[in-house]
């Protein structure tokens, strides 16, 4: 314990501190909480954070999902090669990240061009996995822009994979509850940055302010239009508000040639349904239902069988007559 | 009138279905088991709807408690989902006749003013079920449909991988309809039930007064009387 408290991280590059420090942001930052309706306002405003991934960088070395697998301790089971590169072969549990691979034919130039996308938690500023959430807490974002899943209240409904728009998370079979990449909120509070960032080697991963990364994408943007790639662009989607992890694309009119990543990823209008409608216009059904039949219940007068009914009947019984069948109009 | 003996009034009387004569006269509804079922299928439905709700509102979540937390919860559901699914449908087998919809219904329906005002002098004579409790039947029928394919669907633990994403959106926003829907059809149940005095007796002792049965399903009840004269009684 220390009363020092971290900077927050502008770089992953810098050397981790010599000596404990206090985290620098926690559970007082909180934008949003799932399943909460009131949260109390955050006191200060932290900077916002962003990962940049710069696709025509990447290498494809898989350092980055070695690095996250080391800092989040996690244990992917070994897979069996399927002809393909990504290993394994989809996001798991125990896999935050995986490096997706296409071949993909440029029908301008004829050539094959290897693109490589490091696949993982987008860190929505509109989060479909907290808004689907039913669990208090177990889905936060902070204000620099994490979001993060609090396993200890989780309950393993899987609603967030449904509400993600990316297809991220994932739900453990082990302890049923959810994971995803945390753009190590563990890390960045004691101002270090994702470890997948501080592993890559040819920087194609880097991280500081949101602000700071997309300057940065500037510059790799006009390098790359430089160079040919007329379409080079950021990849920073408004349809969910933009994203706390971006990338850099040479192909940014066509994202989904990168293993379909979506065109304008937004929740799902089903989700929103959902979530929305279905929450105000069933409870507001349901408790009209409830109490009025509770109020008709005690004001109302009710339906009893009378005297009549009970002669009537043993009459019948006894063979002694009784009112005829009325005509099955029976005038009212 | 004549010498002929008149026919016998069909009012869907069913195995087990019997007066007694007395005072009042009793009449045997429901056997044992299937009452046993029914509560069985109460039960069940009641516990879905509380741990359906819990997960439907966060205002609702503290009713995880009553299921030993969320995680349990979560669990728990669909197995009781699949508990309410088999025992209404042994019900459903044996019900499902005497709730084909009659053109008396429509005429009940027509008249709803007079069922809502007690003027059963008004309405035509019903055999064992109502307009009414026929629409809780079929919407029942209808509405545990959607609830288990569709909650199957979104079963995490086991079958969740067996459709995607997109379809899984739709399965829970339906099970989440379908669910408001059946809690509602539920309380008219039950209110029903209440309303008409003498009703619940049918669901504990399995018998109703033949006053009751005069009332509310004199076909019924004259069906039993004709055949308890004509034939072996029970
Ligand atoms: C018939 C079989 C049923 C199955 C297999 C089933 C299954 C499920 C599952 C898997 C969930 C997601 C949460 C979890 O994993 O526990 C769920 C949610 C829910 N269920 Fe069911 N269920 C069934 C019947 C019902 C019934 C009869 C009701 C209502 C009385 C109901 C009400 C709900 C509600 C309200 C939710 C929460 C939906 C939301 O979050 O919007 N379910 N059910
Ligand atoms: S599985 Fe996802 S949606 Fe369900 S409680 Fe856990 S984090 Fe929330």
Not at chain 2, 13 to 23: E, F, I, L, N
């Amino acid at each position: 314990m220390s009363g020092t408290m971290a900077e927050q991280p502008r770089t992953a590059v810098s050397n981790p501190p010599v000596r404990a420090l206090a985290a620098n942001f926690g559970e007082q930052d909180l934008v949003r909480r799932s399943a909460t309706g009131s949260l109390p306002a955050p006191q200060r405003q932290l900077t916002p954070v962003a990962k940049l991934i710069d696709v025509s960088k990447c290498i494809g070395c898989k350092a980055c999902q070695s690095a996250c697998i080391e800092w989040n301790d996690t244990d992917p089971a070994v897979g069996v090669n399927a002809g393909v590169y990504e290993n394994p072969h989809d996001l798991t549990d125990q896999m935050y990240t995986l490096m997706r691979f296409t071949e993909w034919v440029n029908p301008e130039t004829s050539n094959l061009e290897w693109l490589i996308r490091k696949d993982g938690c987008m860190h929505c500023a509109d989060p479909g996995c907290l808004k689907a959430c039913p669990a208090p807490g177990a889905i936060v974002q902070y204000t620099n822009g994490i979001v993060d899943f609090i396993q200890a209240n989780c309950i393993g409904c899987g609603y967030c994979v449904k509400g993600c728009p990316f297809n991220i998370p994932r739900i453990s079979q082990a302890d049923h509850r959810a994971y995803k990449c945390t753009l190590c909120s563990d890390r960045v509070a004691v101002g270090q940055g994702p470890a997948c960032a501080k592993a890559c080697p040819t920087q194609a991963i880097v991280f500081g302010t949101k602000e700071d990364m997309k300057k940065h994408a500037d510059g790799r943007i006009a390098d790359l239009k430089s160079r040919g790639f007329a379409n080079a662009g950021l990849y920073d989607p408004p349809g969910v508000g933009g994203t706390h992890v971006m990338y850099v694309l040479h192909h940014a009119d066509k994202p989904g040639i990168y293993s379909d990543l979506p065109e304008n990823p937004r929740i799902s209008p089903l989700v929103e349904t959902w979530k929305g409608m279905t929450k105000y216009v069933g409870l507001a059904v349901m408790g009209f239902a409830a109490v009025g039949s509770i109020v008709h219940g005690i004001f109302g007068r009710a339906n009893r069988v009378a005297r009549e009914d009970e002669e009537n009947a043993e009459k019948l019984v006894d063979g002694r007559p009784v009112p005829p069948p009325a005509s099955e109009e029976r005038a009212g | 009138m004549s010498a002929v003996v008149p026919p016998i009034p069909q009012g869907n009387a069913q195995k087990g279905d019997a007066v007694h004569p007395g005072s009042p006269v009793t009449v045997n509804r429901y056997t044992p088991m299937k009452r046993l079922n029914h509560w069985i299928t109460a039960a069940s439905l009641i516990l879905l709807a509380l741990s359906g709700l819990a997960l439907f509102t966060p205002s609702l979540f503290f009713l995880t408690g009553l299921f030993g937390g969320g995680q349990n919860t979560r669990a728990f559901h669909p197995w009781i989902g699949v508990v309410l699914f088999l025992s209404f449908f042994i019900f459903f087998f044996q019900l499902w006749k005497a709730n084909l919809p009659e053109r008396t219904d429509w005429i009940w329906l027509r008249k709803i003013k007079d069922v809502v005002g007690s003027h059963e002098e008004n309405l035509p004579e019903l055999g064992k079920y109502n307009a009414g409790q026929k629409f809780i039947f079929w919407s029942m029928t209808a509405l545990i449909l959607v609830l288990i394919v569709s909650g199957v669907m979104i079963w995490e633990q086991y079958f969740t991988q067996y459709t995607s994403i997109p379809v899984r959106r739709i399965a829970v926003l339906a099970h989440s309809i379908a669910a408001v829907l059946i809690i509602c059809v539920f309380i008219l149940h039950v209110y029903a039930a209440i309303w008409t005095r003498g009703t619940l007796r049918a669901m504990t002792r399995g018998t109703v007064t033949g006053g009751w049965a005069w009332r509310h399903h004199r076909k019924w009840l004259r069906e039993l009387a004709a055949r308890r004269k004509v034939g072996p009684a029970e």
